[in-house]
């Protein structure tokens, strides 16, 4: 007979990703944490010219970038940096667990 165990609570923590760009059209939020799917995590636009976006991540290190009018931008907040197999770099997030 197979036991069958629990499943653990994932603690999740809400993240908020935001980019400062009025001029944009449109603006999606990728990374590894949505397989760099365009659609799965677009922005909105506040009345300041802010994209923001929030999501629920669990705790540990995800790549990320924005795609802005169909260009890769870096998070000009975020100096955490890993090169990529393009020659550019990704932006780092490192999410804590939710004590």
């Not at 976006?53 to 975020?78: A, C, H, I, R, T």
């Amino acid at each position: 007979m197979t036991r069958i165990k629990k499943r653990q609570e994932i603690k999740r923590k809400k993240v908020t990703f935001s980019l400062e760009n009025a001029e944009a059209k449109e603006v999606f939020l990728m990374g590894d944490f949505n397989n760099w799917r365009p659609k799965k995590h677009p922005m909105r636009k506040d009345e300041n010219g802010t994209w923001k976006k929030q999501v629920m991540l669990s705790p540990g290190n995800y790549e990320y970038k924005f795609l802005v009018d169909g260009q890769w931008k870096e998070d000009p907040q975020n100096d955490q940096l890993h090169p990529n197999c393009f020659g550019t770099h990704n932006n780092i997030i490192n999410v804590i667990e939710k004590k």
